[in-house]
């Protein structure tokens, strides 16, 4: 037994007359320039629209300015790196250079990463210092 259906309507039914976009015109104008006319002037190319990563640029970077601020409270160095980096996102941004601004962002908020990092291995650090110092706590009973 074979699996065939049947169309919902037969092919030889006519569905009425053609309409304007269906009825065929006259053929298209050959566009192509003619062998004796001048070159025209150079056109620019197009603007590029993905980035050196294949990413779109269609939104601008995002500047991690707040997690910058942050980072300055938590450590001081990777904390002012941050906030250059993040400040000169914006800039890039509205001068058109979308590849400087994302890569001005990714190092704000690599070094964002780097100061929370380094903040909390500094307080496991003296966390593992003063258990291990031999000082004993004394108890309230």
């Given at each position: 037994?074979?699996?065939?259906?049947?169309?919902?309507?037969?092919?030889?039914?006519?569905?009425?007359?053609?309409?304007?976009?269906?009825?065929?015109?006259?053929?298209?104008?050959?566009?192509?320039?003619?062998?004796?006319?001048?070159?025209?002037?150079?056109?620019?190319?197009?603007?590029q629209?993905?980035?050196?990563?294949?990413?779109?640029?269609?939104?601008?970077?995002?500047?991690?300015?707040?997690?910058?601020?942050?980072?300055?409270?938590?450590?001081l160095?990777?904390?002012?790196?941050?906030?250059?980096?993040?400040?000169?996102?914006?800039?890039?941004?509205?001068?058109?250079?979308?590849?400087?601004?994302?890569?001005?962002?990714?190092?704000?908020?690599?070094?964002?990463i780097?100061?929370?990092?380094?903040?909390?291995?500094?307080?496991?650090?003296?966390?593992?210092?003063?258990?291990?110092?031999?000082?004993?706590?004394?108890?309230?009973?």
């Amino acid at each position: 037994m074979t699996d065939r259906r049947e169309p919902p309507f037969p092919e030889d039914e006519n569905w009425g007359p053609q309409t304007p976009w269906q009825t065929p015109g006259p053929p298209a104008a050959d566009t192509s320039p003619s062998p004796s006319a001048p070159p025209g002037p150079p056109t620019a190319p197009p603007q590029q629209s993905w980035g050196p990563d294949g990413r779109s640029r269609a939104r601008p970077a995002e500047s991690h300015m707040a997690g910058a601020v942050i980072s300055l409270f938590l450590f001081l160095p990777t904390g002012l790196a941050a906030i250059i980096f993040a400040s000169e996102v914006n800039a890039k941004n509205t001068s058109g250079d979308y590849a400087g601004a994302a890569e001005s962002s990714r190092k704000a908020r690599r070094m964002v990463i780097w100061s929370l990092a380094l903040f909390a291995a500094f307080w496991v650090i003296v966390m593992m210092a003063a258990a291990f110092s031999g000082v004993e706590t004394e108890t309230v009973s």
